[in-house]
């Protein structure tokens, strides 16, 4: 059942780009420095610039918040609370990494966040593919990209155990 209002749908949307993008500055504030200290890192031939992670965390953040707001607006918390439950978890999980990472420099405990990231996005995944095809769609880049993100890390840490020990 979709809320009925097109201002609490409005609202729902705002709501949910608030939050995705207020987890993305948090990250982003553990990341102040992390253009020069990746740069600094020794990186497997495959690692993408540093200039394209903003670009695409800022569209997959727009994907995530448009997919949370698709099953919310289907019955809201009430009717979809495992999924969005899980969407909720992911994301937290999500605004830690750059702190374990970039600000923490700990490459095992990053690794660790980052597998556990990729579970609950299966699983937000899985939940929202019941409420809505579209949404579980608009996540599909998100679990690619932090597919790929995940092997950065394992390499990025095995490449320096001296700086992300």
Same mark, same amino acid.
């Given at each position: #059942? ?14 949910? =780009?608030? !939050? ?8 982003? #504030? ?6 020069? %200290? /990746?740069? +600094?890192?020794? @990186?497997?031939? &495959?690692? $993408? $610039?540093?200039?394209?992670?903003? $670009? ?12 949370? &707001?698709?099953? &919310? *607006?289907?019955?809201?918390?009430? +009717? ?7 969407? =909720? ?6 605004? !830690?990494?750059?702190?374990?990472? %970039?600000? &923490? @420099? #700990?490459?095992?405990?990053? =690794? ?12 937000? !995944?899985?939940?929202?593919? *019941? ?9 599909? $880049? /998100? ?8 092997? !950065?890390?394992?390499?990025?840490? @095995? =490449? ?6």
């Amino acid at each position: #059942m979709y809320l009925k209002s097109k201002q609490q749908q409005i609202f729902g949307l705002v709501f949910w =780009l608030l !939050l995705c993008f207020g987890i993305s500055a948090i990250g982003a #504030m553990a990341s102040i420095q992390a253009r020069s %200290f /990746y740069v +600094e890192l020794i @990186q497997p031939a &495959w690692a $993408p $610039p540093g200039w394209l992670f903003g $670009p695409v965390w800022t569209v997959l953040y727009a994907m995530m918040a448009i997919a949370a &707001w698709l099953v &919310w *607006r289907q019955g809201g918390f009430k +009717e979809n609370r495992v999924a969005l439950t899980l969407f =909720l978890l992911q994301l937290f999980i999500n605004g !830690l990494w750059s702190w374990l990472f %970039f600000a &923490w @420099q #700990m490459g095992a405990a990053s =690794l660790f966040n980052i597998v556990v990231l990729w579970g609950l996005i299966v699983a937000t !995944l899985w939940t929202f593919i *019941r409420t809505s095809h579209w949404a579980a769609g608009l996540l599909v $880049p /998100y679990l690619l990209w932090v597919s790929f993100a995940t092997a !950065l890390n394992y390499a990025m840490w @095995q =490449l320096n155990p001296q700086i992300l020990g």
